[in-house]
């Protein structure tokens, strides 16, 4: 089944507590992209990846950093994560940036104490 | 950055009805897609549209566009309680980054 995998789905913290949300696609999509959503401000995008090892900064990349060694795989990282990265995070794939349709994963709901 | 507003932001109807929701951007598109998203879930695409084209259908959803006053809406016929969820326009994927800019959604409640 063709599916993009996040892990974990729930995850509470503390400040300062390093983690990875990882995810993982089996489609062999060349764009992957993290998004957080958050009420009132909707989705937005905090960084993609067009290929491995090529990736950039979304809108509100502060306080992320994102890995690309694999095709499959494109973890987020927070290294010392804050309150205000309490959220709910989704990675995303598409075979192209070019490609409109995005597949989403499941999401994970992160809360930083 | 929210490229669209979509409306109404709730709307709540029986089963069998129809629901429209709107949207709005503010800049040329290339395309415009819809995506669904039940409680907690991720997101599913539904439906794209491009810029030339002004309406598309896909089962019981028709979407239009118009890009004059750049808006679409999407129209889900004969409604089911399973539509319950929140429906969101997003414009792109941008040519350079391949971003989407999603509207901030519409719930919709489907009464059984």
């Known amino acids: 089944e063709a599916q993009v995998t996040q892990n974990p789905r729930y995850l509470i913290t503390v400040t300062g507590k390093k983690l990875t949300v990882t995810c993982s696609q089996n489609?062999?999509?060349?764009?992957m992209s993290w998004y957080r959503q958050d009420p009132g401000l909707g989705l937005r995008q905090i960084y993609y990846?067009?290929?491995?090892?090529?990736?950039d900064k979304g809108d509100v990349p502060e306080g992320y950093k994102v890995s690309r060694k694999e095709k499959r795989n494109f973890p987020l990282i927070l290294e010392s994560p804050s309150p205000n990265q309490t959220s709910l995070y989704f990675c995303?794939?598409?075979?192209?940036?070019?490609?409109?349709?995005?597949?989403f994963g499941e999401g994970s709901r992160l809360t930083v104490l | 950055s929210q490229q669209g507003e979509e409306d109404p932001q709730a709307l709540s109807i029986q089963e069998g009805e129809n629901a429209t929701m709107n949207c709005s951007y503010k800049?040329?598109?290339?395309?415009l897609q819809w995506y669904r998203q039940n409680s907690g879930r991720g997101l599913v695409h539904l439906i794209l549209?491009?810029?030339?084209?002004r309406e598309k259908h896909s089962g019981r959803l028709r979407v239009t566009l118009d890009t004059s006053k750049k808006s679409s809406s999407l129209l889900i016929t004969a409604s089911r309680a399973a539509d319950t969820a929140s429906y969101f326009c997003?414009?792109?994927?941008?040519?350079?980054?391949?971003?989407?800019?999603f509207g901030q959604g519409t719930t919709l409640q489907v009464k059984p």
């Open positions: 995303a794939s598409s075979p192209t940036r070019h490609t409109g349709e995005l597949f």
């Open positions: 489609m062999n999509h060349e764009y």
């Open positions: 990846s067009m290929n491995v090892e090529v990736t």
């Open positions: 800049t040329s598109i290339n395309n």
């Open positions: 549209i491009r810029s030339n084209e």
């Open positions: 997003a414009t792109g994927p941008s040519s350079n980054t391949g971003k989407l800019i």
